[in-house]
């Protein structure tokens, strides 16, 4: 039986979001039309109606994180590992960051976490896709930081969230990796030096790849921090 996070999660992403962008895309067929260009006004009115969809994309993305905050599920210790074993098992470069990598960097699980936060390699996204269907997860939303990326002739996303069967959750956002540099994949709003993906962090006993104290800082940025990060970065300045 689902949980009442994953339930909220599954009618925003499918109800609310469908039905506005399927709307907005069929709004901007027509306005984009040859004669209703020549009426006037089509391109203000897309340029207009975008801005009403990405403020609407915005909203539905805070109410998806707090469903999320309140789900019942937790990734374990030992399931942050098995995740970690698997992905090196099928060669998916991966660097644990959130929650789960702040406690990395502590040394110590301090809280639960309702997911398991993760960079990965953008070239390596067709084995990540490949190790997520064979271990039970599926597609569950796609963050409006989403930008797609063309490997090989395939379109790639490269910022979203995968559920298992079970309810636990990976929250996965792509990085390249070029001549040194670190390079979001994806439109976060996310400032990273090339040192960023140099952390080494400890899960049960076991040393993890994860993102710098620094890095963390960076991407707990740009917006409204609820009180767990904020007590997590609390953590982190501390230590």
Known sequence: ?????????QLLQ???EANVLDGFGELAAFIQNPKCRRRGGGRRTYAAIRAIVAETRATLDVRVRQARDIAEEEVTAAQAIQTADGLAAAEVRCWVMGGWGIDA?????TRAHHDLDLLVSVSDLPSLEAWLRAAGF????EWR???SARLHGVTWDTAFVEQ???GRELDLHAVRIEDGSILLATTDPWEL???ALDGVGEICGRAVACVTADAQRAMHRGYELPARHREDLFRLDRS
């Open 164 to 166: 298992h069967a079970d």
């Open 14 to 16: 499918r109800g609310q």
């Open 193 to 195: 030096s090339s040192r």
């Open 138 to 141: 599926c597609r569950a939303y």
């Open 1 to 9: 039986m689902p949980s009442h996070g994953q339930n909220s999660l």
């Open 145 to 147: 930081e989403n930008a």
């Open 105 to 109: 960097l502590l040394g110590e699980q």
